[in-house]
């Protein structure tokens, strides 16, 4: 079997990687980050990890985060602050992959990151959760320090241990912003594989982020996708892209069938914002 097939199976609803030590990143790093990552290979590299692992069908996740914020501005801004506020819509696969967002923790290191992830997706059950992410997942490795290293050394940030808290909230963001936002005011929006043309629904989310005027990264599965969101967006705003639509180095590196559009689609392939 292609070491890429074996990717929905590399993580479940645990906190555990299904791979070794070598091949995933169940430790902090080795060193710090030296200069801004700009593809997969700058990640594993500076991760120590063998470019055959096929750890970035998951941490797609955690890297497009990463490289919205540098998008945005906002990377000499987390080395000024103590704590990131990102609200995160839309997620529906990632809700059964939280654990990846440890990663964080090492990309942005001495900062409390708080995710707020708003969406119809997260199950009624699920509303209000908050899962914090004390460590980085451990490797299927019983000897591996992964097991008892991470406790003992996750970042303190006022009263918490946690370097990266997620809270769900279902519903849709134009309906819950008041209420998150009490205790939650946003540095950035994020929208992954977001689907702006096919959802009359984000209309009115739209218009709240340009009412709230802040920096709002959106991506899709292909160019074509992202040409008719930006349309979309345009069409409530009457701006362009604040950045043009582009390829995103951390989109995930295996192809998403798509029967519709005929296209090479990724998730997260490309990415604009607003």
Same mark, same amino acid.
């Given at each position: 079997?292609?070491?890429?097939?074996?990717?929905?199976?590399?993580?479940?609803?645990?906190?555990?990687?299904?791979?070794?030590?070598?091949?995933?990143?169940?430790r902090g790093p080795s060193s710090p980050i030296a200069k801004a990552l700009c593809s997969w290979?700058?990640?594993?590299?500076?991760?120590?990890?063998?470019?055959?692992?096929?750890?970035?069908?998951?941490?797609?996740?955690?890297?497009?985060?990463?490289?919205?914020?540098?998008?945005?501005?906002?990377?000499?801004?987390?080395?000024?602050?103590?704590?990131?506020?990102?609200?995160?819509?839309?997620?529906?696969?990632?809700?059964?992959?939280?654990?990846?967002?440890?990663?964080?923790?090492?990309?942005?290191?001495?900062?409390?990151?708080?995710?707020?992830?708003?969406?119809?997706?997260?199950?009624?059950?699920?509303?209000?959760?908050?899962?914090?992410?004390?460590?980085?997942?451990? &490797?299927?490795?019983?000897? &591996?320090?992964?097991?008892?290293?991470?406790?003992?050394?996750?970042?303190?940030?006022?009263?918490?241990?946690?370097?990266?808290?997620?809270?769900?909230?279902?519903?849709?963001?134009?309906?819950?912003?008041?209420?998150?936002?009490?205790?939650?005011?946003?540095?950035?929006?994020?929208?992954?594989?977001?689907?702006?043309?096919?959802?009359?629904?984000?209309?009115?989310?739209?218009?709240?982020?340009?009412?709230?005027?802040?920096?709002?990264?959106?991506?899709?599965?292909?160019?074509?996708?992202?040409?008719?969101?930006?349309?979309?967006?345009?069409?409530?705003?009457?701006?362009?892209p604040r950045l043009p639509i582009q390829l995103n180095p951390f989109r995930q590196p295996m192809?998403?069938?798509?029967?519709?559009?005929?296209?090479?689609?990724?998730?997260?392939?490309?990415?604009?914002?607003?």
């Amino acid at each position: 079997m292609p070491l890429w097939c074996i990717g929905y199976i590399l993580w479940l609803e645990s906190d555990t990687w299904n791979l070794s030590n070598i091949l995933c990143p169940c430790r902090g790093p080795s060193s710090p980050i030296a200069k801004a990552l700009c593809s997969w290979k700058d990640y594993y590299e500076w991760r120590c990890i063998p470019l055959q692992s096929p750890v970035s069908l998951l941490l797609h996740w955690p890297l497009t985060v990463y490289h919205s914020i540098q998008l945005a501005g906002l990377g000499s801004l987390t080395s000024e602050i103590s704590k990131l506020c990102i609200h995160y819509l839309g997620p529906e696969k990632e809700l059964l992959q939280l654990a990846v967002f440890g990663e964080l923790r090492a990309l942005f290191p001495g900062v409390f990151v708080q995710i707020e992830l708003i969406g119809p997706a997260v199950p009624h059950h699920r509303d209000g959760d908050k899962i914090d992410l004390h460590s980085y997942a451990h &490797c299927i490795e019983q000897d &591996c320090d992964c097991r008892y290293k991470n406790e003992n050394t996750s970042c303190s940030i006022g009263h918490t241990s946690s370097a990266v808290t997620l809270q769900l909230h279902r519903g849709y963001y134009h309906e819950r912003f008041l209420d998150i936002s009490k205790d939650s005011h946003p540095h950035l929006v994020i929208a992954p594989n977001a689907g702006i043309a096919a959802y009359a629904s984000w209309l009115p989310t739209i218009e709240l982020i340009k009412e709230i005027n802040v920096p709002a990264v959106f991506s899709d599965y292909c160019e074509e996708a992202c040409n008719l969101a930006a349309c979309c967006i345009n069409a409530v705003t009457n701006q362009p892209p604040r950045l043009p639509i582009q390829l995103n180095p951390f989109r995930q590196p295996m192809v998403v069938e798509d029967s519709l559009l005929h296209l090479p689609c990724y998730s997260n392939c490309f990415l604009f914002a607003m």
